[in-house]
């Protein structure tokens, strides 16, 4: 069985190890040694990253209690150098240990139980039973904080599953031959197999950046070390630039503002969406009655400024509807002009399909439709040549 270095030293960074076995996988190989320094990705920690021999790593999991190195190629030697990347090492192990102190935290302050726990990228989580409101979640980062500054010592020891029923252990214990506990002096102890800083202070700052409600659970996402200290920074320039958007002097002010915005915004949404209830119905009557001038072939040509895509598409179905023979409308936004056109179905339908597949390329615009129904964008300047286009369908040339 491989020995497990980075239980005890997991500040190692090199080590030198025999190779026991190196068994090709597919394309690549797996290589067993006698010591590692390569944490096995597994129990909610990803894996070291680093090279043997020189060569990359590309993965490292527990098999059936060996541990396998997955290389792009055979390693020389019996004697390999294992190198790992110290620093993301470093960050897996406070993430970690940061994970067990807010777990703890939670469990002792309120009696919230950890659920499950995940280190990935860019956040580690935790997902709670229950949540936990604005004073909860300040207390319990004031304890975690508490404990990382105290720099209360970690030990990781084995013990077998008899043993371990006999201690004060928090949360499950998954059956396993041996049981790995891990204890912070006088704070907590946990059955984990991960990293851990050797002791509290190692974790550094530590931050909660996010939470949501997950399949019932509540999730917290966290940041411990040098990413909690990024986060924080970043979070300094969010706030200034929040007071900038909303020219409020203090984060209170701007808070506020954003609050009572968000609140108005379901107001004036329902206000917006009346008017332009009202816009549709007046604009489709104007035109309808612009279109009743023409007795023998109703139809119009119409340029509209500030209207929606979705709207002009409804104004136009609602002509049609209303028996015009023959619609086309332009909708104007900045120096981009949308167009749609319709003619009402008939026995013998003018060929605007063909018209339309000619004009959009023509006027470097994108667009396409049927002898019933095109449209399309084009620059605002192609709107007299769209109009030009339109003039034998508006006296009904060649319809039935
Ligand atoms: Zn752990």
Known sequence: MTKHIFDDAPLQGGLLAHVQECRPQGKEFCLILDQTIFFPRGGGQKCDEGTIGGIPVLDVYEEEGEICHILPKAPEGDEVLC?????????HMQHHTAQHLISAAAWQLFQNLTIIARMEDPWGHIEFQRPME????????????EVVKADLPIF???YTPEQAAQMDVRG??????????VEVEGFDRNACGGTHCPSTGLVGPVRFVGSKMVRGAYRLYFAAGQRAHDFALEQDLRTLRLGKYTEEESPED????????LHRLPVLEESVQKLRRQLLEQ????????ASEQEAFPAVLQLLEGWDKKDGKALCDDLIHRGVRFVALGFAEGESLGVIAAQKKSKKMMPLGRALKEFFPAHEGKGGGS???????????????FAALCAPFLRGEGAE
Not at 134 to 143: K, N, P, S, T, V
Not at 283 to 290: H, P, S
């Open 156 to 158: 990781c020891r084995y």
């Open 83 to 91: 190198r790992i990347d110290l620093g993301t090492r470093l960050s």
């Open 283 to 290: 604009t489709a009557e104007n035109l309808f009655r612009k």
């Open 172 to 181: 499950k214990i998954t059956p396993h031959e041996r049981i790995r506990l």
């Open 254 to 261: 701007c808070e506020k503002h954003i609050a009572d915005a």
């Open 134 to 145: 604005d004073e909860e979640l300040l207390a319990l980062l004031r304890r975690v904080e």
């Open 371 to 385: 002898d019933a129904l095109g449209q399309g964008t084009v620059p605002l300047s192609a709107w007299d040549d």
